[in-house]
């Protein structure tokens, strides 16, 4: 579950900054219950695709820079034995019942 705390995070943190409602680097990060550390480790994660992140003193917010945001999608479906095997190149675990899918997409 821990994969799906981070998705949530990181939407989350998008949102917040997409809407320039964060705060400062410290109550943005008391906001998600994380360190400033890790704030800016998952800023950095969506500054790697390409998403451009400032932040304004004077308003105290983090922004979008160049209008780009991420968009965060997951899911969990269960699927039968068969389609387990087209999943897995025809090699089916008995252990793999359920598949676990991220999809993670860069809208410009």
Same mark, same amino acid.
Do not use: W
């Given at each position: 579950?821990? &994969?799906?705390?981070?998705?949530?995070?990181?939407?989350? @943190?998008?949102?917040?900054?997409?809407?320039?409602?964060?705060?400062?680097?410290?109550?943005?990060? #008391?906001?998600?219950?994380?360190?400033?550390?890790?704030?800016?480790?998952?800023?950095?994660? @969506? !500054?790697?695709?390409?998403?451009?992140?400032?932040?304004? !003193?004077?308003?105290?917010?983090?922004?979008?820079?160049?209008?780009?945001?991420?968009?965060? #999608?997951?899911?969990?479906?269960?699927?039968?034995?068969?389609? &387990?095997?087209? @999943? #897995?190149?025809? %090699?089916?675990?008995?252990? %793999?019942?359920?598949?676990?899918?991220?999809?993670?997409?860069?809208?410009?």
């Amino acid at each position: 579950m821990k &994969a799906l705390e981070q998705l949530e995070r990181l939407q989350r @943190i998008n949102d917040l900054i997409k809407a320039e409602k964060t705060g400062t680097p410290d109550e943005f990060a #008391n906001c998600l219950h994380i360190s400033r550390r890790q704030l800016y480790e998952y800023i950095n994660f @969506i !500054k790697d695709y390409g998403v451009e992140v400032s932040y304004s !003193k004077q308003r105290k917010t983090f922004y979008l820079s160049n209008r780009h945001e991420i968009s965060v #999608n997951c899911g969990i479906k269960v699927v039968s034995k068969q389609d &387990a095997k087209t @999943i #897995n190149g025809g %090699f089916f675990h008995n252990n %793999f019942q359920r598949a676990f899918f991220l999809h993670r997409t860069l809208v410009a």
